[in-house]
């Protein structure tokens, strides 16, 4: 039996899977991406397979993604964030379907065809409104963890709005419905329904809609508030948080060819390469 | 960027360019007119001026990366962020005092005598000359042309014949001389020349490998910008078409290994366009064409009827048309190019050429069945503009290009 592991590096977390050939998920691990991306990779790896239960030389192929996707020294190759959700749900949902994935950094809606095979995808544009980075300030703004923040929204009564794009804006809305005596559990809904808003106006959302990244992951009252907006149920993979690396597990077991890389002619100047 | 042996060439005629308009301005030995990029550039030029054009300026300052520097400056008068940020760029650096003119030996923009605009682009051209024309105190003119044009009807020909008539008699008075007919017709077949010669440089790049992409486009396109009506600009062209003829006969690629061929629709990223060119190159993807680089040929100019053929190659051209018309155009350059995707940049800070904003990707990429994708940025204000996204996006899109070419041979 050969074994296959998956790493996403992501802007706040650093993801790892293990897969055996049957793309069975033996480990997963999550760890903080912090400064040093190699060195968080490593670490998850190592979880990952041990809670796989196996050794590194087990391990066939590792592949990486996410932002940090080149970053992975020990990394076979590379696929995108978006190649590698889109790969891990296809494997659990036939298409076509849009996957709607919610980062710490970014928000992306990817589509899927009938085949599997990705058609188009969208992502935020440069802004903060729509990711995590949004419910990280707003859980600062009502003083609560942001592990807790999905308690205090299912003790929401009232279904208050958000009208704001903008993070910095609804944060001062936030403020306004603070002091005008709004209870802490309908304010973190609202900031739910409003991050809800945002993804559903980045494309249309065709076939089985599904919920993958950390964000749906750790908030589940998001998932129903999406439902209710979306007005039909919205698939949520096992392991959301780790579709991405559990993608570039099935890309390692495949052999999926990286975007090729040649020696291009690099930066002559002070243009940064991108 | 490809190394194309006609820059030594373009440096010359830019350089002989710019330092014509110093020396102008210096010494008044002709008169000064500033004009928007598809302004009545021949008019100016039959009348003697020498002829500055602030967004290619504008441009220079976002590729050299001191927009962002001198921006705030403008923002402070009350010009905004989200307008033009060419306009806010070279009215900051005018403040600042700085001018990447400087490389040609020119310390300071050349001043203007006059200041003449098309709003056939966008409003903002006109609002940009009325600040230098309130700050020198002298005149603004120009052409308020009709916008969102389905077809070009004659009715709106004649309207704009009329206006660029109307621009004689007091560009006459700056100049200080009488229009000759003969001058401005010889100046529109110039224009006309010139346009052609940098059609041709274009449609080189319909070969398979293409030996020039949209980034080297930009570089090469300058004289077909600031010397429409001079000679010397066609003889340039004359030079760089023999070589990427001769480049294209060889099958030298300006990609090595070109794998995918993709168009861009929108303006330059001009602070990341050598970033931008090398990210396509790592990805074997030339990107072969753009609505861009092909604005500069106005196929309609006609030395036999200079004032309405320079009314018609306005209106016709792609920024000043409707969704319609632009949505055939990019049909036609798809299949003309042979592209397997195009991308569209969704310009922050204008709006009037960016073409994302009421669906055209999707419309488009549905009625042709190649990928679209939408990049967001700005031409010249890199605070809307990612790296890290842009770097995902171009590589999630080549991704896909390589799916769907290995179920296409797949399939076969």
Redesign the interface.
């Known amino acids: 039996m050969s074994y296959f592991a998956g790493v996403d590096v992501g802007s706040w977390n650093t993801k790892a899977a293990v897969i055996d050939e049957q793309a069975r998920v033996l480990g997963t691990a999550v760890v903080r991406s912090g400064a040093d991306l190699a060195a968080a990779a490593r670490s998850a790896l190592d979880l990952a397979v041990g809670a796989a239960d196996l050794s590194s030389s087990r391990i066939a192929a590792t592949w990486s993604t996410g932002?940090g996707r080149g970053s992975v020294p020990f990394a076979g190759g590379s696929?995108?964030?978006?190649?590698c959700h889109a790969r891990g749900v296809a494997h659990y949902v036939p298409g076509p379907s849009t996957v709607v994935d919610l980062g710490g950094?970014?928000a992306k809606v990817i589509r899927i065809g009938p085949d599997g095979?990705?058609?188009?995808?969208?992502?935020n544009?440069?802004c903060a409104a729509g990711t995590g980075s949004f419910l990280e300030e707003i859980a600062l703004r009502l003083d609560t963890p942001i592990g807790q923040l999905d308690e205090l929204a299912q003790t929401a009564t009232e279904a208050l709005e958000l009208g704001s794009f903008c993070t910095v804006f609804a944060g001062t809305e936030m403020l306004s419905l603070i002091r005008a005596g709004k209870r802490p559990g309908d304010l973190a809904q609202a900031a739910y329904r409003s991050l809800i808003k945002r993804v559903i106006e980045m494309d249309v959302l065709q076939g089985t809609v599904v919920a993958t990244g950390g964000v749906f992951g750790h908030h589940p009252t998001m998932v129903r508030l999406l439902e209710q907006q979306l007005g039909r149920a919205v698939v949520v993979p096992p392991h959301p948080q780790e579709m991405g690396a559990f993608g570039a597990a099935l890309a390692a077991r495949d052999g999926a060819?990286s975007?090729?890389?040649?020696a291009?002619?690099?930066?002559?100047?002070?243009?940064?390469?991108? | 960027m490809t190394q194309l042996a006609s820059a030594a060439a373009l440096k010359s005629v830019m350089a002989n360019y710019f330092s014509a308009l110093g020396q102008a301005a210096r010494d008044r030995s002709a008169p000064v007119a500033w004009c928007t990029s598809v302004g009545p550039a021949e008019l100016l030029r039959a009348l003697g001026f020498q002829v500055f054009f602030p967004e290619n300026h504008a441009a220079m300052l976002g590729a050299s990366r001191r927009a962002n520097h001198v921006m705030p400056r403008a923002h402070a008068l009350g010009y905004s962020q989200d307008i033009c940020s060419y306009l806010t760029s070279d009215i900051g650096a005018f403040r600042a005092g700085e001018t990447p003119l400087a490389t040609y030996g020119l310390t300071e923009v050349p001043k203007a005598d006059v200041l003449v605009f098309n709003t056939n682009q966008c409003r903002d051209v006109r609002d940009w000359f009325e600040w230098y024309g309130r700050r020198w105190g002298v005149p603004v003119v120009g052409v308020r042309s009709p916008r969102y044009v389905d077809e070009v009807r004659e009715a709106d020909v004649d309207g704009v014949t009329v206006q660029l008539e109307a621009l004689v008699a007091p560009l006459e008075q700056v100049a200080g001389r009488r229009l000759d007919p003969t001058a401005l017709s010889e100046a529109v077949r110039l224009s006309r020349r010139l346009s052609d010669l940098w059609g041709a440089c274009l449609d080189t790049a319909t070969h398979r490998p293409a030996p020039l992409t949209f980034f080297d486009g930009t570089v090469h396109m300058g004289p077909a910008v600031v010397l429409r009506g001079a000679p010397e600009a066609c003889d340039y062209y004359e030079v760089l078409l023999e070589e990427l003829e001769s480049r294209a006969g060889a099958r030298h690629a300006a990609i090595p290994g070109e794998a995918f061929r993709v168009f861009w629709d929108g303006m330059p990223i001009w602070g990341r366009l050598r970033a931008l060119g090398s990210l396509f190159e790592e990805f074997h993807t030339a990107v072969v064409a753009s609505t861009y680089c092909n604005s500069w040929v106005f196929a309609a100019l006609d030395p036999a009827e200079p004032f309405r053929s320079m009314a018609r190659a306005s209106l016709e051209l792609f920024i000043v048309r409707s969704e319609e018309p632009k949505e055939r155009y990019l049909e036609r350059m798809a299949r003309f190019y042979q592209v397997d995707g195009l991308i569209f940049h969704d310009c922050r800070t204008c709006p009037n050429n960016s073409n994302t904003r009421y669906g055209m990707p999707q419309r488009l990429g549905d009625r042709l069945g190649l990928p679209t994708l939408v990049l967001d940025g700005d031409v010249n204000d890199l605070r809307c503009f990612s790296d890290e996204q842009a770097r995902t996006n171009v590589e999630g899109f080549v991704e896909l290009l390589a799916d769907r070419g290995a179920t296409a041979r797949g399939s076969r």
Do not use: I
């Open positions: 932002f696929r995108t964030e978006l190649d950094q970014d095979r990705r058609l188009a995808h969208r992502m544009r440069k060819a975007v090729e890389v040649v291009g002619p690099g930066s002559d100047g002070d243009d940064a390469a991108l």
